[in-house]
Nanobody, 124 residues
């Protein structure tokens, strides 16, 4: 099993920044590719982006391209989501996910492991 724990959420004004972390523990393959998703009340889960195991390749959803950046520190088994120029529509619970097949794309059904989520609220 792999345990994922997100942290770093909070309340921020529009235009501000936050950095989320996703720390992994458990089985030795915890330096997996990771995906970030978000879900706002009454809305479907949305792909934010993903990163491969080495950090050499990333992908982003259209709504966050140019504003969000995903990186990782494999020594710490942690993946980061740097969120800049935040907008009220970025308000959601943000989830980190991982899958042993090295997938980091937008199909949430492909991911086996999920964190508990962290709330991000952007005020206008």
């Amino acid at each position: 099993q792999v345990q994922l724990v997100e942290s770093g959420g909070g309340l921020v004004q529009a235009g501000g920044s936050l950095r989320l972390s996703c720390a992994a523990s458990g089985r030795t393959f915890s330096n997996l590719a990771r995906g970030w998703f978000r879900q706002a009340p009454g809305k479907e889960r949305e792909y934010v982006g993903g990163i491969n195991w080495s950090g050499g390749s990333t992908a982003y959803g259209d709504s966050v391209k140019g504003r969000f950046t995903i990186s990782r520190d494999n020594d710490k088994k942690t993946v980061f989501l740097q969120m800049n120029s935040l907008k009220p529509e970025d308000t959601a619970v943000y989830y980190c996910a991982a899958d042993p097949s090295a997938y980091y794309g937008s199909d949430y059904r492909r991911y086996d492991y999920w964190g508990q989520g962290t709330q991000v609220t952007v005020s206008s």
